[in-house]
């Protein structure tokens, strides 16, 4: 599966974003898709996942209630909605896939895309 991340910027405290993920390749219905962060100097962080077939997600304590992650799968595109943004949420956020369910360790994650720089100014 080959990840392209997309939809990060700059934006004040309280704002909103969505981040995009196009995925190709392998079947995309198949996997779960998830976002992690890594904010500079430190190590990159869960943040969400959905299941195969949307019907399941899953949020780091951090993120719950502000975001909201879904996918299409007719467009093999996953999302991340991110509204009330902090400036602790500012990190460079990578999607990722697992034909398993995604696990909120990165070493366990099997697909990785590139990441997408969101910087949220107070």
């Known amino acids: 599966v080959q990840l392209q991340a997309s939809g990060g910027g700059l934006v004040q405290s309280g704002g909103s974003l969505t981040l995009s993920c196009a995925a190709a390749g392998r079947t995309f219905r198949n996997h779960d898709m998830g976002w992690f962060r890594q904010g500079s100097g430190k190590e990159r962080e869960f943040v969400a996942a959905v299941g195969w077939s949307g019907g399941t997600t899953y949020y780091a304590d951090s993120v719950k209630g502000r975001f909201t992650i879904s996918r299409d799968n007719a467009k093999n595109t996953a999302y991340l909605r991110m509204n009330n943004l902090k400036p602790e949420d500012t990190a460079v956020y990578y999607c990722?896939?697992?034909?398993?369910?995604?696990?909120?360790?990165?070493?366990?994650?099997?697909?990785w895309g590139q990441g997408t720089q969101v910087t949220v100014s107070s």
């Open positions: 990722a896939a697992d034909p398993g369910r995604m696990g909120r360790a990165p070493i366990h994650v099997n697909y």
